[in-house]
């Protein structure tokens, strides 16, 4: 169960391969819309623990995007994230129930000093890995806005660090050598680039 709820939301927040680009025009802007998803294979002993994860690499990723539809990053207008969600694709042997509360705080320079946060981004209370195939798990305001703003900063040439503070209470029943508990999680973060064109916010020098 290491690196459990962690590795659900490093995506999360954002710093996997960006995937499955769509665009659309809306009036004169250009609007990409992006899905960052990873799939996590765990096979666990041990239910009770406290651990991160960390999710870089955000402006590197963004110029990649921008430079297939030929733009780049003084074009952009805003870049915020739409929406969350988390699953489970595979549980092995039988069913388990997770406690866990996830933060998230911005360090950028990676020296703990935290720009913002750590702020609650989601939380996990007797939650079946079963039942979470397909589900959709809420996210807490405070951790959203962190990451919005966090978003936000590329525009001025940030390159934001996110840490995934995982603090694991429990797992029913309790994995154990003899009966470790096997799963696999996919997780996904829907999040979206405004391109202005010329006249209208974008190609700004």
Not at 32 to 59: H, M, P, R, W, Y
Not at 171 to 181: I, Y
Request: proline share 4%; glycine share 8%.
């Amino acid at each position: 169960m290491k690196h459990l709820c962690a590795r659900l939301l490093v995506i999360a927040v954002l710093a996997g391969l960006l995937a499955m680009a769509g665009c659309v025009l809306s009036q004169s802007d250009l609007v990409l819309t992006d899905n960052v998803c990873v799939d996590i294979d765990e096979v666990q002993t041990d239910g009770s623990f406290s651990t991160f994860a960390v999710a870089e690499g955000f402006k590197e990723q963004l110029e990649k995007k921008l430079k297939e539809h030929g733009k780049n990053p003084k074009d952009v207008k805003a870049i915020h994230m739409l929406s969350a969600s988390f699953k489970s694709v595979r549980v092995e042997a039988h069913d388990w129930t997770v406690t866990a509360d996830v933060d998230i705080a911005r360090d950028d320079n990676g020296d703990s000093s935290y720009e913002a946060g750590p702020a609650p981004l989601v939380s996990f209370d007797d939650q079946s890995l079963e039942a979470l195939k397909g589900q959709n798990v809420p996210l807490h305001a405070d951790g959203v806005a962190l990451v919005d703003a966090a978003l936000a900063s590329l525009l001025t040439g940030a390159d934001p660090r996110l840490i995934l503070i995982v603090n694991n209470e429990s797992v029913t029943p309790d994995p154990s050598e003899s009966d470790p508990m096997a799963f696999t999680t996919s997780a996904c973060v829907k999040f979206q680039i405004v391109i202005g064109k010329p006249g209208n916010g974008g190609g700004k020098k």
